[in-house]
Nanobody, 115 residues
Framework: QVQLVESGGGLVQPGGSLRLSCAASGSIFRFNVMGWYRQAPGKERELVAHITCGGSTNYADSVKGRFTISRDSAKNTVYLQMNSLKPEDTAVYYC?????????WGQGTQVTVSS
């Protein structure tokens, strides 16, 4: 069983920044990959970024150059630094971990980009 708890969402103006955190129960060394997804109203959930245990990263085209995913194994936490935020980034952001034939999700954190 894996528990994921996201935090760091909120309301920010266009061009602003936020850092999301996802704290996992237990060591994240167990996970080959950890990811961030988002779901905007009326849209399907989509991959934002993921990071492997080796530190390789992958980003959706829409966030490349603006978002950075990282992980801190000592804190069992993965982060999503979001810069130059746009209104179209507004969504609920979810942390995701595939592990032992299961897929675990956090409860989500709301990010709203609006003036």
């Amino acid at each position: 069983q894996v528990q994921l708890v996201e935090s760091g969402g909120g309301l920010v103006q266009p061009g602003g920044s936020l850092r999301l955190s996802c704290a996992a129960s237990g060591s994240i060394f167990r996970f080959n990959v950890m990811g961030w997804y988002r779901q905007a109203p009326g849209k399907e959930r989509e991959l934002v970024a993921h990071i492997t245990c080796g530190g390789s990263t992958n980003y959706a085209d829409s966030v490349k150059g603006r978002f950075t995913i990282s992980r801190d194994s000592a804190k069992n936490t993965v982060y999503l630094q979001m810069n130059s935020l746009k209104p179209e980034d507004t969504a609920v952001y979810y942390c995701n971990v595939p592990f032992l034939q299961n897929v675990y999700w956090g409860q989500g954190t709301q990010v709203t980009v609006s003036s």
